[in-house]
Nanobody, 115 residues
């Protein structure tokens, strides 16, 4: 059983920055993929950014050039640096880890961007 704990959400003005953290209770070295999803009210949960086991990364088109995903294997933590935030980035952000045997989700952290 692995727990994912997100932190770093909050309220920020448009154009501002936030850094989200996702700390896993177990090693993230063996994950198939790990990253961030977001869900706005009344909308589906969509991928924001993720990295795969081979080290490659993927980003939603809407965040390319503004968001950066990174990881610290020693601390079992994944980060999402979000710059140039827009009101449309407002959502609950969820950490997700795809291990070989099952998937895990964090509890989510709210990001609100005011115009």
């Amino acid at each position: 059983q692995v727990q994912l704990v997100e932190s770093g959400g909050g309220l920020v003005q448009a154009g501002g920055s936030l850094r989200l953290s996702c700390a896993a209770s177990g090693s993230i070295f063996s994950v198939n993929a790990m990253g961030w999803y977001r869900q706005a009210p009344g909308k589906q949960r969509d991928l924001v950014a993720a990295f795969t086991r081979d080290g490659s990364t993927a980003y939603a088109d809407s965040v390319k050039g503004r968001f950066t995903i990174s990881r610290d294997n020693a601390k079992n933590t994944v980060f999402l640096q979000m710059n140039s935030l827009k009101p449309e980035d407002t959502a609950v952000y969820y950490c997700h880890a795809d291990y070989p045997y099952r998937q895990y989700w964090g509890q989510g952290t709210q990001v609100t961007v005011s115009s």
